[in-house]
């Protein structure tokens, strides 16, 4: 990859380098557009692509570099994408993860009484992009090679790690930041029943920012929600818990959009909100807005 980091366009190479998650949230819709549409090329295994993370994944994790279709040429010129797409040189691409259905474990499954794990990848991204939280990686449903899964923008490890692997990593900065309490808001509010500390990043350049990624044991009947690292944090400090106007907003957001939401839902996860099942994430984000905090 050179000096590139394998993501476009070029502004966000000096975002990773500068520490800033911020490009997640600002170029989502171009994320979104190429992650559904363009070809996909197989690198390899996450374990042959990043040999420190070997073991660290039950189910399989397949890396991707994405190149847009040629069919959809015409389309990206006339539109505000052609800065996303500036690889006439070949050189530039978009690195994501795919996790394909028939490369979970049915163990898994079985735990949490779930038939499918990278519906959940996909649902989990639209609650976070309905109510604007912007801490979970783009994410869409593809069939790749007559394999169904869920398809994630990738986040390379120049900006973000896994705790273990943060130099002098600081635990009283990591939980001060918004991204902490909006990562314990979404696990509440899908039943994330997964949250460790192998399942978020923490941004190198600072430990205050985090992204969420790992979903595939959410929406599901056991309330598993008090495993999550951090929703247990503000479970033993409620004080902090406390909604401020930009959390509220999220959840306005996201009240706002629910007949989005269930729309573009997988199927399996629209019929579970349609039939009131746990988790009952509109009602859960109305009882937070209630009560002024996400303790609920």
């Known amino acids: 990859m050179g000096e590139r980091l394998g993501l476009l366009p070029a502004e966000i190479d000096d975002e990773i380098r500068k520490g800033d998650p911020g490009y997640i ?161 979404l696990d509440r509010l899908i039943n994330n029943a997964d949250r460790n500390a192998h399942n978020l990043l923490v941004c190198l350049n600072d430990q205050t920012k985090q992204i969420a990624i790992d979903h595939g044991c959410s929406f599901c009947m056991k309330k598993k929600t008090d495993d999550s690292v951090a929703w247990e944090y503000f479970r033993n400090n409620p004080e902090l818990a406390t909604l401020d106007d930009e959390l509220t907003g999220c959840l306005r957001s996201l009240l706002e959009h629910q007949d989005e939401v269930k729309a573009r839902m997988p199927e399996d996860i629209r019929r579970r909100l349609e039939a009131g099942i746990e988790p009952r994430v509109f009602e859960t984000a109305q009882k937070m807005l209630g009560a002024g905090t996400i303790l609920v």
């Open 25 to 185: 949230l600002t170029y989502r819709d171009e994320f979104l557009r190429v992650l559904e549409g363009a070809e996909p090329r197989t690198i390899g295994e996450i374990g042959e692509v990043r040999p420190e993370v070997a073991g660290t994944y039950t189910n399989q994790v397949i890396m991707m570099e994405i190149t847009p279709d040629p069919k959809l040429a015409g389309e990206i010129q006339r539109s505000n994408g052609i800065r996303f797409f500036q690889i006439l040189d070949g050189e530039n691409r978009l690195l994501a993860v795919f996790k394909p259905q028939n490369g979970e474990k049915p163990t898994r499954l079985s735990e949490f009484n779930i038939k499918s794990m990278y519906t959940r990848e996909v649902a989990a991204y639209l609650i976070d992009y309905y109510a604007k939280l912007g801490i979970v990686p783009p994410t869409v449903l593809r069939t790749i090679g007559n394999e169904a899964g869920s398809l994630q923008l990738y986040i390379p490890p120049a900006l973000a790690e896994v705790p273990a692997r943060v130099p002098e990593l600081n635990r009283i900065e990591l939980v001060s930041g918004l991204s902490w309490k909006k990562m314990a808001m």
